[in-house]
């Protein structure tokens, strides 16, 4: 079945960086798009990302955009999620996406 295991979460101060990888199994990961979600603290789930199934094209959310770069490595079957210039507002549980299955999920805190 599909897999997809998100790590690389942690506590950074503001103005740190962080990258995110999903670990990808039980499907063909050429094949599709990825996405990442954040959920902060009592707020709805917010699409941060995609990528095309060969990487050529991504999209992002307004928040984020020319902070984060989404990227992925087909031959390792993982998605990258880079982020820079963190802020506070950044601080959610962060989830990988695709073929309408979720992974468990990585925490992102930004604190001082």
């Known amino acids: 079945q599909v897999q997809l295991v998100e790590s690389g979460g942690g506590l950074v101060q503001p103005g740190g960086s962080l990258t995110l990888s999903c670990v990808a199994s039980?499907?063909?990961?050429?094949?599709?798009?990825i996405n990442w979600y954040r959920q902060g603290l009592g707020k709805g789930r917010e699409l941060v990302a995609t990528?095309?199934?060969?990487?050529?094209?991504?999209a992002y959310g307004r928040s984020v955009k020319g902070r984060f770069t989404v990227s992925r490595d087909n031959n390792r079957n993982t998605c990258y999620l880079q982020m820079t210039r963190l802020e506070p507002a950044d601080t959610a549980m962060y989830y990988c996406?695709?073929?309408?299955?979720w992974g468990q999920g990585t925490q992102v805190t930004v604190s001082s």
């Open positions: 996406n695709a073929l309408n299955s």
């Open positions: 039980g499907f063909t990961f050429t094949d599709y798009g």
């Open positions: 990528i095309s199934p060969t990487g050529a094209n991504t």
